[in-house]
């Protein structure tokens, strides 16, 4: 998917049915967020309060609908280098296609939630990459490395920790930054400065929300994740509907904004299932 696709468009999926709406559409690679996770299957904000299995539980329900591979956050690997290893083992084992993993000192915070996000030290997290590249069973798995050094410790740093997570044995680096005045400089930067494939986050608002897939491209990004698209999205369509049945005693002033029952259903493949009940059950009756 990354060789066929510049940037790889990677579309948050909050769920089983976001994801098969996103393979629906055309999205080539489909991403399980820490906040989507913590957010819609728990009601948690993205602070590191979800365990290794509860992360699991919604993989394994995305992987068993659509095919289409799914990175997953894995915030900080949830300990230390037997955990990371017994980390990549399982989302191999639950049809995961790749993760990322941060360098940040756990209990984790959401790069978009304010507040300063301070890292462990370097070598550190080089440790918790080795492990979990010797981890890796498939040769297919794709492991990124997360840095949010930029925040506190600056450009510099960051990029000096991607360089040293690529040579560990990432095979793509990802250097969360927040929008600024100087983001598409700095954007620049982690792409020619680090020899490896490089993945930027897009979600919120400014300069880094409003580029276009174009744009992301000529600043040599490889890959593109929208984590808050389709959740953002859901959350305002949920409140914007339930609030005008509330007010209004119907949904007439929003039902030009909402799937058919029709329109839903062929997402989750309804007709299938009934020409297979069809075939199997109902002719023997």
């Given at each position: 998917?990354?060789?066929?696709?510049?940037?790889?468009?990677?579309?948050?999926?909050?769920?089983?049915?976001?994801?098969?709406?996103?393979?629906?559409?055309?999205?080539?690679?489909?991403?399980?967020?820490?906040?989507?996770?913590?957010?819609?299957?728990?009601?948690?904000?993205?602070?590191?309060?979800?365990?290794?299995?509860?992360?699991?539980?919604?993989?394994?329900?995305?992987?068993?609908?659509?095919?289409?591979?799914?990175?997953?956050?894995?915030?900080?690997?949830?300990?230390?280098?037997?955990?990371?290893?017994?980390?990549?083992?399982?989302?191999?084992?639950?049809?995961?296609?790749?993760v990322h993993i941060e360098d940040q000192v756990a209990p984790k915070r959401c790069g978009h939630l304010p507040g300063s996000r301070p890292v462990v030290a370097m070598e550190e997290h080089v440790g918790k990459i080795e492990a979990a590249a010797a981890a890796r069973r498939d040769p297919d798995f794709i492991i990124i490395a997360r840095?949010?050094?930029?925040?506190?410790?600056?450009?510099?740093?960051?990029?000096?920790?991607?360089?040293?997570?690529?040579?560990?044995?990432?095979?793509?680096?990802?250097?969360?930054?927040?929008?600024?005045?100087?983001?598409?400089?700095?954007?620049?930067?982690?792409?020619?400065?680090?020899?490896?494939?490089?993945?930027?986050?897009?979600?919120?608002?400014?300069?880094?929300?409003?580029?276009?897939?174009?744009?992301?491209?000529?600043?040599?990004?490889?890959?593109?994740?929208?984590?808050?698209?389709?959740?953002?999205?859901?959350?305002?369509?949920?409140?914007?509907?339930?609030?005008?049945?509330?007010?209004?005693?119907?949904?007439?002033?929003?039902?030009?904004?909402?799937?058919?029952?029709?329109?839903?259903?062929?997402?989750?493949?309804?007709?299938?299932?009934?020409?297979?009940?069809?075939?199997?059950?109902?002719?023997?009756?």
């Amino acid at each position: 998917a990354i060789a066929a696709e510049k940037p790889l468009q990677v579309m948050g999926t909050v769920n089983a049915y976001a994801a098969m709406m996103a393979t629906k559409v055309g999205y080539k690679a489909i991403y399980l967020s820490g906040a989507g996770c913590a957010n819609y299957s728990y009601g948690l904000p993205d602070l590191g309060l979800t365990s290794l299995e509860d992360v699991l539980i919604d993989a394994r329900r995305i992987t068993s609908v659509t095919d289409t591979p799914l990175l997953v956050d894995i915030d900080t690997g949830w300990g230390g280098a037997f955990n990371i290893s017994r980390t990549v083992t399982e989302m191999i084992r639950a049809g995961v296609a790749a993760v990322h993993i941060e360098d940040q000192v756990a209990p984790k915070r959401c790069g978009h939630l304010p507040g300063s996000r301070p890292v462990v030290a370097m070598e550190e997290h080089v440790g918790k990459i080795e492990a979990a590249a010797a981890a890796r069973r498939d040769p297919d798995f794709i492991i990124i490395a997360r840095t949010d050094a930029a925040g506190g410790l600056g450009l510099d740093e960051a990029i000096r920790r991607g360089q040293a997570y690529r040579k560990a044995g990432a095979d793509v680096v990802f250097v969360e930054l927040k929008n600024s005045p100087t983001i598409l400089d700095d954007l620049k930067r982690v792409t020619t400065e680090t020899d490896a494939p490089c993945l930027v986050n897009i979600d919120g608002g400014g300069k880094l929300g409003e580029l276009t897939v174009p744009e992301i491209e000529a600043l040599g990004f490889r890959l593109a994740i929208f984590p808050g698209l389709a959740r953002n999205a859901a959350g305002f369509a949920i409140k914007n509907a339930l609030g005008t049945l509330k007010r209004d005693g119907n949904t007439a002033a929003v039902r030009d904004r909402m799937l058919t029952s029709k329109e839903y259903n062929e997402v989750l493949g309804l007709d299938g299932v009934e020409q297979w009940e069809k075939r199997f059950l109902l002719n023997r009756q």
